[in-house]
């Protein structure tokens, strides 16, 4: 066979190029590390998703340290959960698994991009640096309405970045007079513990409380409200910590006006 | 040697040749064109709904009408042109006709009747009179679920595409034996190697339907292995994109070298280039999958090596075309290094439109090589990038190539000069620079993110944040290209049908192709030999593929778990402005 | 004429994309041209283009006459 002499010159310069192409991508996924999805995570049986392990409750959690793991749940046509907050400077990995159809998990403008196909879960780990907003969507066809498919990661600077849940147990009217308590749980979902102040703010009174809660632990407070000192009415409440509120009113009726409790 | 032969047949058409052959072939040329006229009107709708220039259907049906555009294109249109080619090259480098005339009709009904059935069941997402769903996409990803006659319809349609294949083996063993000694022709040569690897790839997608996805639909199975069916669709999804593009570098073997007025650079290497298509095409398709869970990064980098092995072909053929034009540059008068350029027909729409069409696919070969990088695929995968990209190859090195082609093939097949030449050179030129507009926005788009498959791809959260301009900007140049193509289209076909009226039959150019500057006597023997080819190509199929199959099998069961398919609709009710997911399994 | 009118019209298509990508490299650059800029850019290349073509290729009437056919 013959060949012509630019002919096998080029022939060379293609080898070449193509070396050199897988050449640069062995080095993208040896030097900086870049690993594709893999089958790492494992399957999973899609029926079953809300008693799993990891995606029974989605969401995002503390591993420790700088880490923290993301599970979330797609489905026609959202994201479970939708939004996501996680600290600058942290290794995020996410899993990511499909209840029904085919979708994707696109972070926009970054190299979060996976497929999420039912019955099997997709792992990536990623580093944010910079704190910032970025879109969520979805790039797999998944039905009608596959455009209305979003959902929004916030990285937040480190300090101002915590796990806490703060919910609270209230009555919505008391008799003037009689003693009552507002209770609030404080969850902490860091591994660290957790040292801050719960504050309580009711008409003009004001009570604050140091809490120290656990790395995964949680504290029960109670505070004691006095309603002779509110006097009748509606009193709007605000329990504060850090920056996670609750709020809402009490009204405390004088014994007179009573009776109205078909609550 | 196929000149002096060729010299035999001068100044006779090809309709004076084979009159049975052509009527088939023009049949599939008009089927093709047919699934052309349509398939790009909706690509129009797709452009001006998507950038929100002007929204008159329901972004609902969007995905009807995008089903539509997909198969329309990506599958009927191409082979059909392609089923035409081939059998005109067969027959016309064999210089017989094919055995039996009635079983080629056979397969072209057979066809047919495919594409109706897969059409109607795609309709029926629009036309509440058909009770049948498919906005399954031309992936149709399970567990989406198509109504069984879009399964049965593709089936069809590929068996159809099987036999024709069996039509031309035919027809060369038939010829082997009046002439055993004799090389295979170029044109033979690449349409068999072409065959070999479209029945090795569609056997994938033939199992997937036919073991899984058409019983899961007739309720005779209740689970898919959604991973499974869709590694085999990609198994001859991206063999596919081949077998578009092989009746295109065909035409830039054979014909582009005649049109510039000179011969074929190489046949040797010509051979070589299938042969490497042959073995390198389906152990690849993993590359589609890059960013799935449930393969292991050991498969996906295997296919990435395959992957970038397979630029070598198209890198040669680049060699090859180019080389080819020169000599027959020089032949014309050309002189310089480049000036030589200005000695080519330009005047002539054939060539300028495959020109073109060979130019835009070096561009398509830039992206495509980002495409195939593993890992700077999470940037571009399932973006707008991706489009852009595939309507420079299928889209127009493909197309253009093959409305180019048409320019000389329709007169060929029916006798009647083609109706003007000047509308055909504006019309690929047209073509050209709406392909420009609109692929360059669409790569732009998917690098700041901008989602493919997307009837509003507006979001609620977020907005993109283009690296140049604005995403206001990029709309109305994807709607501009979009416009654009679209007079290409109707330039075209007015052309065609006007051709078909024409009365005008006096110059026709006789049926003949490209002789070779280095002919068959200076390649080895062993190209010809099929059957090893054919064992090579199977081996790497199963390497390629064993381990990634039986590790999707063994951690999702050959049948998945439970997964019952789904239509996805929202619901009309106003008063239920809530999604609703309809099950249709029980 | 310098070129055939054939290959003038290929030539003003295929420098359309050299126009659109123009304004995508000059970006990296730092220079971000505006659309009503790459028109007016785009219509200088196409007019010099076709200046360039339909010139003598030197000056004389005779090579016109001969260069234009
Ligand atoms: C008038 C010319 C054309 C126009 C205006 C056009 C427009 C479009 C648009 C806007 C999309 C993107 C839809 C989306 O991502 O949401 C699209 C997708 C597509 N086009 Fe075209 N197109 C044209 C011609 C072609 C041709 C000639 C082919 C192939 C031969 C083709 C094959 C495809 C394919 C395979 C898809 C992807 C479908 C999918 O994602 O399922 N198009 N087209
Ligand atoms: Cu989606
Ligand atoms: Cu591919």
Known sequence: MNIHKYEKAWLVAAMVLIVGFIATITYGAVGPGIAMIDDDAGSIDPNEISDHERFGETGVEHLGGNEYEVDVVAQAWSYSPSEIEVPAGSEVTFYVTSRDVTHSFTVVGTNVNTMVVPGQISEMTVKFDEPGEYGILCNEYCGQGHHTMEGLLTVVPEDEFDLTELSTDAPREVEAGNETTINATVNNGMQDGLETTATLEIGEQQYERDVTIDGEGSAELTFDVDTDALGAGEHDWTLTVDDHEESGTLSVVSETDGGDTNE | MEVTRMSSTASRTYLDQFPAEAKVIKAAFWSSFMALAIGGLLGLVQALHRTDVLRFIDSADYYTVLTAHGILLAITFTIFFLVGIFTWAVTTSLDRGVVDIRFTWAWYIMMVVGTILVGVSILGGVVDAIPMYADVLFTFYAPLQAHPAFYVGLVLFVVGSWLAGADWFRTWWAWRKENPDERIPLPTFMALTTTLFWYLCTLGVALSILVFLLPWSLGIVDSVNPLLTRTLFWYFGHAVVYFWLMPAYMMWYIMLPKLSGGKLFSDPLARVVFVLFLLLSTPVGIHHQYLDPGIAEGYKFIAMTNTMFLLLPSLLTAFTVVASMEHGARQRGGTGYLGWLKALPWRDPVFTGMALAGLMFAAAGFSGMINAGMNINYLVHNSWWVVGHFHLTVGTAVALTFMAAAYWFIPQVTGKELWSRQLALGQVLVWFVGMTFMSNAMHRAGLFGMPRRTAEPQYQGFNFDPAVGTVGEINAQVALGAVLLTVALAMFLLNMVLTSFNDDSDSLPANTYAGTLSGPEDSPAVLDNLKLWTAIAVVLVIVGYTLPLASIVESGGLFGPDIGGFQLAIETDPALVLESVREVMP | ?69
């Open chain 3, 1 to 69: 004429m310098r070129i055939s009118k054939g290959a003038l019209l290929v030539v003003i298509a295929v420098l359309i994309p050299f126009v659109v990508e123009f304004r995508t490299a000059l970006s990296w650059f730092g220079i971000e041209l505006s659309v009503l800029e790459s028109l007016v850019l785009g219509g200088a290349a196409i007019l010099a283009v076709v200046l360039w073509a339909v010139w003598p290729p030197n000056g004389n009437a005779e090579a016109e006459l001969s260069g234009s056919r």
